[in-house]
Nanobody
Framework: QVQLVQSGGGLVQAGDSLRLSCAASGHVLSTYAMGWFRQAPGKEREFVAA????????NYADSVKGRFTMSRDNARNTVYLQMNSQKPEDTVVYYCAGDPMGNLVLPVTSISYDYWGQGTQVTVSS
């Protein structure tokens, strides 16, 4: 069993940067993929980025490519989402997620992930 605890959300202005963190308690195996998703009110959860726990390879949604960077610190059992050049449409709740067997596929669908963080609100003002 893995528990994910998120931190780092808040209010920023358009163009600013913000970094989200997701700390995993329990044993994260090398087979894990970790992902970030986001969800606006009344909409489905949307894929943002994923990373292989073992190799560090990443996958990004087209909407965030070039602006967001996902990374991991294996020693700290933590993944990060660095968000640069924030836009008002980035105002949503962000969730981190863990897929115990996804390290080679880096899934983009939320149903593939078994573990979820509590969610972090990010608000970008124009």
């Amino acid at each position: 069993q893995v528990q994910l605890v998120q931190s780092g959300g808040g209010l920023v202005q358009a163009g600013d940067s913000l970094r989200l963190s997701c700390a995993a308690s329990g044993h994260v195996l090398s087979t894990y993929a970790m992902g970030w998703f986001r969800q606006a009110p009344g909409k489905e959860r949307e894929f943002v980025a994923a990373i292989s726990w073992s190799s560090g390879s990443t996958n990004y949604a087209d909407s965030v490519k070039g602006r967001f960077t996902m990374s991991r610190d294996n020693a700290r059992n933590t993944v990060y989402l660095q968000m640069n050049s924030q836009k008002p449409e980035d105002t949503v709740v962000y969730y981190c997620a863990g897929d115990p067997m996804g390290n080679l596929v880096l899934p983009v669908t939320s149903i593939s992930y078994d573990y979820w963080g509590q969610g972090t609100q990010v608000t970008v003002s124009s």
